[in-house]
Each structure stands twice: as C-alpha cells, then as structure tokens.
C-alpha cells in the first residue's frame, strides 16, 4: 500500500525532470539512493519506537513522547503544512497535465487552474462520502502505474538508451554539478507517507516483525524503483543532452520518452496513468488532512466542529468541507498571482513540503534517541542511539542543503526563498505555544492530547 501510494509516475514525471533541470542534471538519479540510505537508518529508530510507545501513530506521536507534548503539537502543526503544501503542488501540477492532455486531443488551451478547481470539486465529493469504492479503483490504477514505469525503463535499457548505458548518473562528479540541494529536495519528496506503516500498527497480526520489515521494504522499494526509472530516464537521452531535454520542456519530457520508447499507444497509456496517479496523490492527502483535522478537532487544537461525522457516511464531513475550501481558495490566490503551474507552483510547494518532511523527520529522530536515554532499555543501543543519532546528523545535513539552494529553487533571491522557509519554524511555533497554553488551560486535555491525536 505504502508503495503504491508513492505514486511512481507523479515522481518520474514530475519532480524527475525538474530535479534534472533546476538540481543536478544527469546526476540526479543518485539522489535517491543518498535518501534511501538516510532513511533506512532513520526507520531502525522508527521501528524501535512503534513498539516502545503505547499508541503507535505519526511522527509527531513520537515527537511527543520524546521531546514533549508541546513540541508534540508542532510537530502535528508542522505535519499540516507538509500535506497541505504538498497537496497544493500536486494539485498545480494535475491542472497542468490534464490542459496539456486534452489540448493535444485538439481541445481549446483553457487556464490550469480552472481544471485544478475542477478536481479539487470531485475530490471534495468523495472525501465528503466512503471512497472505499474509489480507493479500490486508484489502487489498480496505481498497479498499473508501477508496471508502466518498469516497461518504459525496461524498454530504454533494452535499446540502450541515447548514448550507450552507464554509470554516470551515479558518480559524485555528476551530482555534485549544478544545485545538488535541489536534487535532494526533489527526491526526497518522493519517500513522504512511507511512516504510514506505523500508524496501521494496531491493525497488523504480529506487529513487532512486520512493520519494521514493511518500513524497511518501503523505503528499499520505493528508492530502488526511482532510482531504476530516474537512471532510466537519463539514459533515454543521454547524459550530455538530457539537462537540453528538461529545459526544453521539463512538463512534457516523461511523455516525450515514452513517445520514443513505447511509441504512441504506450505514450498514451502513460499519459492516462500519469493523471490518474496525480489524482491519486490528491485524494490520499485530501483524506489524510481531513483526519488530521477531524482528529485535532476532537482534542481542542483546532475548532471542535471539525471533530463532527456525518450521520450517514460516518466520515468526517464538515472537516473534508473545509479541508476542500482551503484548497480552492489558496489555489484561486495562485491563479490571481498568475503563478506558473510547474516552475512556480509545483516546484515552490514541493519545496516548502520537502523541508517541512524533512525537520519533521530530524525531530523524530531526535525524539527517539531522548524517549530511549529516558526509560534505559538496556542492549538496543543500535537501534535506539546509533542509527536515529546517524539518521539526525544526515537529516540536518539534509536540511542544511536544502536551505542552502533553496533560492535557486524558488528563483526570487532570499526575500522570496525565506519567507517561504519561515512557514516551517512558524507552524511548529503555533503547536507549541497551544501545546503550552492547554497544559495551563486544560491539564486533563493536555495529559492525553498526543494519544488522542493518534
């Protein structure tokens, strides 16, 4: 489930050729292996907290337990921002696709934005409603997404791609050129929601051997097949020419590949999952939010009304609302901006999103190495010191670089670059201080707000 959610096409063919444009060209590929191994670390000390909590749940579960309850509460804010940043990005990017799509079946060239509302419309219907039906329906969906992406890559290394097959895309000369800070951005991205194993801890037969092994898998999986179709993607057209292709049209590069390897039908094809997979990513992090709402509604960190379900459906109606309204509006403000679809409003969220996942990850693993020094379980220094204090030290590092480059990301100077890196610290201030005011408000609330949550 956690790989399927992970949407290889909306990755491929959305972040792959922006990361090969604005990050490191033809080494970009690379940086999914870097995050995989970061990640795989940082799971040993996720892993070691699902057991060690008595309600396993999100990052900011955990958060709390190690570092606070208020700093529990940012991390819950923090985790906000992320899906709603992320959703927003995707959202940008699906009404780009869908205007790209129909215009090449000879419709009219409409604005982007006018078809992004008009899927945040039919998302808000199914997440005011039990989208069991259309869950089951994106699933096969996504299947096939993954079976396309492994034809298309299979199809390139079988011909051997432009300019022969190589390594070059893994070499440090290669992703060390250009804005490698921007590449991690991009591929990390690509891992978020892979920590949901952990929060279906309670619904698996022996949890102790099997989320460790499914979060292991996760993250081996999905860096493996980025990897593999990112390379893939480079060597259609060659590492001297690929960073020509992206600037070319960075939007249209998964399609024009496919158009070459797989020739028209297969191109289609792609072009019809790669919607579906965006719309995927939509409706999973419209429920997502919808649920985080409903549920800090319930504790009192957001207005009780969004704790209500609907008397039919059961689902949390009024928070799917109001998770639908705040998309529409945040998009009609990027409309009147006159925001680009991919260069501005893909890329820019992403980056907020990447970021924002990213501290919110280092905050974990800072939390698992102090819950741990506090309760002394003599013999797991491994897994509850050593691999989360590595895991910290490459996420700051992370966190550093993506900083760093950040300004070439948005391409608006630092003005631009650090008010939208302000969101991060401003988002896990208001959990804080809420955290801090309900522990003098409301003791009783506050003494099982991070349970509750969960």
């Known amino acids: 489930m956690v790989v399927a959610a992970a949407a290889p096409l909306t990755v491929i063919g959305g972040a792959a050729p922006l990361g090969i444009l604005i990050g490191d060209g033809a080494g970009y590929p690379l940086n999914f292996v870097i995050s995989a191994v970061i990640l795989l670390l940082f799971s040993v000390g996720l892993a070691a907290m699902s057991r060690a909590v008595p309600k396993p749940g999100a990052f900011f579960t955990y958060i709390g337990y190690g570092l606070g309850r208020p700093m529990g509460v940012g991390g819950a804010w923090l985790a906000l921002l992320t899906y709603t940043t ?39 219907i199914l997440g005011y409603r039990d989208v069991h039906l259309s869950a089951k329906v994106l699933g096969v969906f996504l299947i096939a997404e993954v079976g396309v992406t492994l034809a298309l890559s299979g199809s390139i290394m079988f011909r051997g791609g432009a300019e022969g097959l190589s390594l070059v895309p893994f070499t440090i000369p290669a992703w060390s050129s250009g804005s490698p800070g921007i590449g991690l951005m991009m591929a990390f991205a690509g891992f978020i929601g892979f920590e949901s194993t952990a929060i279906f801890r309670d ?8 989320i460790p092994r499914a979060t292991y898998a996760a993250v081996i999986v999905i860096g493996l097949l980025y990897s593999f179709a990112s390379w893939a993607l480079v060597m259609a057209w060659g590492p001297s020419k690929v960073l020509d292709v992206a600037a070319a049209d960075p939007g249209g ?4 590949t496919a158009n070459a390897y797989l020739g028209v039908v297969g191109a289609t094809v792609m072009q019809g999952l790669l919607l579906t997979s965006l719309f ?4 999973s992090f419209h429920n997502v939010l919808t649920r985080y709402q409903h549920a800090m509604g ?9 704790g209500v379900v609907h008397g039919s459906h059961g689902s949390p109606a009024f928070s799917s609302l109001v998770q639908t309204a705040t998309a529409a509006a945040i998009l009609v403000i990027l409309a009147v901006l006159g925001l680009d679809p991919v260069m501005q409003v893909f890329t820019w969220f992403s980056g907020i999103t990447t970021i924002a996942i990213v501290v919110l990850m280092a905050l974990t693993s800072v939390a698992v190495v102090a819950h ?3 309760i002394n379980i003599p013999g797991t220094a491994w897994s509850t010191r050593i691999a989360p204090g590595i895991s910290t030290l490459g996420l700051i590092a992370v966190a550093g670089v993506i900083v760093a480059y950040f300004p070439d990301l948005v391409g608006g100077g630092w003005g631009l670059a650090g008010s939208l890196l302000a969101t991060v610290p401003l988002f896990i201030g208001i959990g804080v201080v809420q955290g801090l005011r309900l522990r003098k408000s409301k003791p009783e609330v506050y003494a099982n707000v991070i349970d509750s949550i969960s």
């Open 280 to 283: 995927a990513c939509v409706l």
């Open 372 to 374: 741990f020094a506090k």
């Open 86 to 124: 992320v959703q927003l990005a995707v959202y940008g990017y699906l009404g780009f696709s869908i205007n790209l799509t129909l215009t090449t079946l000879g419709a009219p060239d409409l604005p982007w934005w006018l078809y992004s509302l008009a899927m945040i419309a039919v998302v808000g």
């Open 203 to 210: 619904e698996a037969k022996d949890p102790d051997k099997t």
């Open 253 to 256: 590069m998964l399609m024009a």
């Open 298 to 306: 319930n504790v009192g960190l957001l207005p009780a009304k969004l």
